[in-house]
């Protein structure tokens, strides 16, 4: 493959987040190309062009624009893509920041990856181990199941899954001196705006938490996880 890592970040109202998580990339010494994934409809659209514009000659940055598909179909739509070039997928919110550490967090990433199909998650400094808020992932994973998180889902639950998939494949690391910080309101680190709204309403989380628990107790997870550990078994067979 002629890449190695690839952090997508689906991202919508925010063109503020963009030099900031640039920032973020340069104050880490991080080398992982990232792709800000943009909706066409996005009422911030100018704000994201003129950032592409800015990053246009930075080799790690990309930008694509495209219909509205929500978190879930903008990641698993760049994810099915990128796989076929990178060796290894990661995703981050536009509100996520990784901060500085001894070793970068992007090499961290690649070591714990290196050894064949699996997920590597870090600290956000409010789920922790809990929940991959952030995550990298093998893209043999996403090839062999045709998306990085399950189609019924709209924006919540998708650590749930990868937590899931970790588990049920034996291949999972968490690292929590990783930190990948999670600025969201729960936290006490951003005011709710309308993307805040929207995915945390009543409708929009009970939505995904009965996507969640019809994949995990009605078929889909167990399926998935047979085509998972076939994938870990043909490596560890070879």
């Known amino acids: 493959m002629a ?3 690839l952090v997508i970040i ?5 063109p503020q987040a963009i030099p900031e998580i640039m920032q973020a990339w340069d104050d880490t010494g991080a080398t992982a190309d990232v792709l800000f994934a943009v909706d066409t409809d996005d009422p911030e659209l100018a704000g994201h062009k003129a950032h592409a514009a ?3 000659a930075d080799g790690r940055v990309r930008f694509v624009f495209g219909k509205r598909r929500r978190l879930v179909g903008t990641l698993n739509q760049q994810a099915i893509k990128a796989a076929k070039t990178y060796r290894f997928l990661g ?3 536009d509100d996520h920041r990784p901060r500085v550490a001894a070793q970068a967090w992007d090499a961290r990433i690649r070591i714990c990856l290196s050894g064949g199909p699996g997920i590597v998650y870090g600290n956000d400094l409010l789920m922790g181990e809990q929940m991959p808020t952030a995550v990298a992932m093998t893209s043999d994973i996403v090839s062999t199941l045709g998306y990085m998180a399950p189609p019924a889902f709209v924006h919540l639950c998708v650590d749930l899954v990868w937590l899931d998939w970790g588990k049920g494949m034996g291949r999972i690391t968490y690292l929590d001196d990783m930190v990948i910080e999670h600025l969201h309101p729960a936290a006490g680190k951003a005011a709710v705006d309308q993307g805040y709204e929207e995915c945390n309403s009543p409708e929009q989380v009970g939505a995904d938490g009965a996507a969640y628990y019809a994949y995990r107790d009605e078929g889909g997870l167990d399926a998935d996880l047979v085509k998972l550990r076939k994938l870990v078994e043909g490596v560890t067979d070879a």
């Open 3 to 5: 890449d190695d890592l």
């Open 10 to 14: 689906p991202t919508r109202g925010r």
């Open 54 to 56: 800015t990053y246009k």
């Open 91 to 93: 995703f981050m919110g």
